[in-house]
């Protein structure tokens, strides 16, 4: 389980910085295997959420504010220097699943300049609109067999009930994030890049091109695998980040 919330540098380098946000139940060390195939002169920081918050109330509830808007305000605090832009190239922004609908509302929220020196790259995020109440009401062995149907889990050769243990509280947590609504892929103030997997059932190419559009993307990209990708194919999705920051930085104004 999580001990955060904490920056955590990946890599030191001097060139591109990527800063990672993590998807639904997973943390800063979800995107090691990620740092270790991009090149070795970026600098890559990943956030690591949250341990919980009081009377179950979860991630959900940080700092008085529910939903989206409670995360992207603590992210924006925490990574808040990562976000000035003082690497010697571009600076990332990723988010994978939750994590991506977390930094496009970073994105609406951020200060103004921003977007001249921070681009997003929103992978695999949620369907727009969908929430996930659903998910939440099902008790811990149902919630589990969903979450593994759908490829939202790492398959960590554990069994079930490490499973319910150490894995499905910090989902829950995450998951509230998205209980009422869902999210809206409404057009962000910064240069945005758009990742998918092909195996995706929650987020299929279909969409990947969609939401693209929508958001008047600078690129779009399909990394071969299944929804998490981000940790399962870690040198493919170098590669497409790689390709997203050799853009150039030109923000689209909403």
């Given at each position: ?10 890599q030191?380098?001097?060139?591109a910085?990527?800063v990672?946000v993590p998807?639904?139940g997973?943390?800063?060390?979800s995107?090691?295997?990620l740092?270790?195939q991009?090149?070795?002169?970026w600098?890559?920081t990943?956030?690591q ?14 700092d008085?504010l529910?939903g989206l808007?409670g995360l992207?305000r603590?992210y924006l605090?925490l990574?808040?220097d990562?976000l000035?832009g003082?690497?010697?190239?571009p600076?990332?922004?990723l988010?994978h699943?939750?994590?991506a609908?977390v ?10 300049g921003t977007?001249?020196r921070v681009?997003?790259v929103?992978?695999?995020?949620p369907r727009?609109?969908?929430p996930?109440a659903?998910l939440?009401?099902l008790d ?7 979450a593994t149907?759908r ?9 079930a009930?490490f ?8 989902l829950?947590?995450d998951l509230a994030a998205?209980?009422?609504g869902g999210?809206?892929?409404d057009?962000?103030d910064a ?5 998918g997997?092909t ?7 279909a969409?990947?091109a ?6 008047r993307?600078?690129?779009s990209h399909?990394?071969e695998?299944?929804?998490l990708?981000?940790v399962?194919?870690?040198a493919a ?6 390709e997203a920051a050799?853009?150039p930085q030109?923000?689209?104004r909403?």
């Amino acid at each position: 389980m999580r001990g955060g919330p904490e920056r955590v540098v990946l890599q030191d380098g001097a060139a591109a910085h990527l800063v990672c946000v993590p998807y639904a139940g997973g943390s800063a060390r979800s995107f090691v295997r990620l740092a270790r195939q991009l090149p070795d002169d970026w600098r890559i920081t990943a956030a690591q959420p949250p341990a919980g918050s009081p009377a179950g109330a979860g991630l959900a509830a940080l700092d008085g504010l529910r939903g989206l808007d409670g995360l992207a305000r603590h992210y924006l605090r925490l990574l808040a220097d990562d976000l000035a832009g003082a690497a010697g190239g571009p600076t990332l922004l990723l988010g994978h699943s939750l994590g991506a609908a977390v930094v496009h509302r970073m994105a609406r929220l951020w200060p103004a300049g921003t977007a001249d020196r921070v681009r997003l790259v929103l992978s695999a995020p949620p369907r727009p609109g969908a929430p996930t109440a659903d998910l939440l009401a099902l008790d811990d062995p149902a919630l589990l067999a969903a979450a593994t149907a759908r490829g939202m889990l790492p398959d960590l050769g554990r069994g079930a009930d490490f499973a319910i243990r150490f894995l499905l509280p910090d989902l829950r947590r995450d998951l509230a994030a998205l209980a009422h609504g869902g999210w809206r892929a409404d057009p962000v103030d910064a240069a945005v890049h758009v990742l998918g997997g092909t195996r995706d059932a929650l987020f299929p190419p279909a969409a990947v091109a969609r939401l693209a559009t929508v958001l008047r993307a600078r690129s779009s990209h399909l990394v071969e695998g299944g929804h998490l990708y981000v940790v399962e194919q870690p040198a493919a999705t170098a590669r497409a980040l790689v390709e997203a920051a050799a853009h150039p930085q030109v923000p689209v104004r909403t």
